[in-house]
Nanobody
């Protein structure tokens, strides 16, 4: 069973860059028909999809975040990462990495709390 674990700083200063890494175990990020996603949830609000990287390395981003979002991967470490630049307090929330499969099945990490504050 695939497992995902988020890691990164819990506190980021405004205007700086947020960098998070998702480590995947019991599965490969190059597995066919899988996409590797970042999703976030603002306090008191619903889930918001941030972006994803496909098994072949193609990336997809939420249009409103595209200009400051970058998702990359390191296949040798079986990891994929999120970089969100120019953060503001509105970027505060719980960030999740998750696997989505072509047939609709999903596996989520436990999430990591990120606070943007000076």
């Amino acid at each position: 069973q695939v497992q995902l674990q988020e890691s990164g700083p819990g506190l980021v200063k405004p205007s700086q860059m947020l960098s998070l890494t998702c480590t995947v175990s019991c599965g490969s990020i190059t597995t066919s028909s899988y996409a590797w996603n970042w999703i976030r949830q603002h306090p008191g609000k619903g889930l918001e999809w941030v972006g994803a990287i496909a098994d072949d390395g193609r990336t997809f981003y939420r249009p409103s975040l595209k200009s400051r979002t970058s998702i990359s991967r390191d296949t040798s470490k079986n990891q994929f990462s999120l970089q969100l630049s120019s953060v503001t307090p509105e970027d505060t929330g719980n960030y999740y990495c998750a696997t989505s499969r072509a047939d609709g099945l999903q596996t989520w990490g436990q999430g990591t709390q990120v606070t943007v504050s000076s």
